[in-house]
């Protein structure tokens, strides 16, 4: 099995290599100038990409896939969503990659019409943790979109998925309310796990970040950013495979009402910066002005597609957030990036370092941060949670699905994936 994934990883590969793409490839298809560096990101790419769906992604009786986490043995719906999703281009050529990815959105959509506020759940279809994260519902939806728009395979939206996204619609509706309308309650939420005060703005509510930290205000502004763009993409699965314009209504206006509510209420101004996006805010007047390196993130705006690249607000965000305005940018002796309130002062998120570079513009940026990379590995050729920017050695998180998926997709991506690009 192992030999036959290398042959399909070297395949594809080739096979990507001729395409046109944007974004230029280094002589003799090296990810940097240094033959060295090469050696050493090729190397973890491979362990990446190969341990990704070998080791995480597993079949059930059911016909599901399930995804586990890593050293945590549950699903996260928005782990499980972006481990897989560097093998959508490898599953237009291989059913038995296909055939898994099919499995991962059955089984999400069991889960969610289990318990949409939950965000983990067991492999025997059990809560594991409640905590209600909105970019948990949208994953599965943007993976399962982006699945249909790269393959064209109508299958995987059966009547059970179409209750999940109808369902996924439904709660949203009921938490851009939340006050009003929600019985969602947290104990680590304050107001007897209700959660802060909050105005009206036509985003959606939310108790915790995709760190799964709880917020400090509740509309947290990327997470809404994300929301907006995958209700759009609902809307077109709803129009094009449905033939449902009642749900396709919905999920555009949805998408435009949060869009209102962030460009309204989600903005500042901050020397020397200038106008920026904040991370959350509550509608009243208050914001917290900072970055996590979970995605969403300030910084991945353009890799989920809300804005572009070369948007003017985002870049003055893109600096704030890359800078010691940011409280949780850090830098050390051997890297410097983005880390999170969720690991150790001075620890950062190869997660964020992935999404720097599938954002940035200037190859030097991108090389550079490919070095930073590669000094995270400390010889498991893997990338952790997190890891100290002074030392390495130290890190959080023996084995983290998500950061070595993301970085197989930097790699797709900068070799000329093209589905990865927005």
Not at 85 to 104: N, Q
Not at 133 to 153: I, Q
Not at 312 to 328: D, I
Not at 359 to 370: R, W
């Amino acid at each position: 099995m192992l030999n036959r994934i290398h042959r399909r990883i070297l395949t594809a590969v080739v096979a990507l290599s001729v395409i046109a793409t944007a974004v230029p490839v280094r002589a003799g298809d090296g990810l940097t100038l240094s033959p060295v560096l090469n050696a050493k990101l090729d190397r973890l790419y491979l362990t990446a990409y190969d341990e990704t769906i070998q080791r995480h992604a597993l079949a059930q009786r059911d016909g599901t896939t399930y995804v586990s986490t890593g050293d945590i043995e549950a699903e996260w719906l928005r782990d499980a969503s972006a481990t897989v999703r560097p093998y959508i281009g490898l599953s237009r050529h291989d059913g038995d990659v296909a055939r898994t990815l099919r499995g991962v959105v059955a089984r999400q959509a069991k889960y969610i019409l289990l318990d949409p506020y939950a965000n983990a759940f067991s492999k025997n279809y059990r809560v594991v943790e409640r905590k209600f994260e909105v970019d948990s519902l949208l994953y599965p939806v943007w993976f399962a979109s982006d699945y249909y728009k790269e393959t064209g395979d109508r299958s995987i939206f059966t009547p059970e998925v179409r209750r999940a996204f109808d369902r996924v619609l439904a709660t949203m509706r009921v938490e851009q309310r939340h006050p009003r309308r929600s019985r969602y309650r947290h104990p680590q939420l304050a107001n007897n796990g209700r959660g802060s005060a909050v105005r009206y703005t036509g985003m959606v509510w939310t108790a915790f970040r995709p760190s799964d930290d709880p917020v400090r205000y509740h509309y947290n502004i990327p997470v809404n950013m994300f929301a907006s763009v995958v209700m759009r993409d609902l809307t077109k699965v709803a129009r094009d495979v449905w033939h449902d314009e009642r749900m396709a209504r919905n999920a555009w206006g949805l998408s435009v009402e949060i869009q209102r509510g962030i460009e309204q209420y989600g903005t500042l101004e901050l020397a020397p910066f200038g106008r920026i996006y904040a991370y959350e805010v509550d509608g009243r007047g208050h914001a917290n002005v900072m970055d996590d390196a979970n995605i969403p993130s300030l910084l991945s705006i353009p890799y989920f597609g809300y804005l572009p690249r070369t948007n003017s607000l985002y870049l003055a965000t893109r600096r704030f957030a890359l800078s010691e305005r940011n409280p949780y940018f850090f830098r050390g002796k051997y890297a410097q990036g983005i880390g999170s309130p969720h690991t150790p002062h001075g620890y950062v998120w190869p997660l964020a370092l992935c999404v720097q570079a599938l954002t940035a513009s200037d190859d030097k940026e991108v090389d550079q941060l490919f070095s930073w990379i590669a000094v995270s590995d400390v010889g498991d050729h893997r990338l952790h949670e997190s890891f100290n920017s002074d030392w390495p050695e130290s890190y959080t998180r023996e084995d983290f699905a998500w950061p070595n998926a993301l970085y197989a997709e930097l790699v797709l991506t900068r070799r000329g994936q093209t589905y990865a690009q927005r």
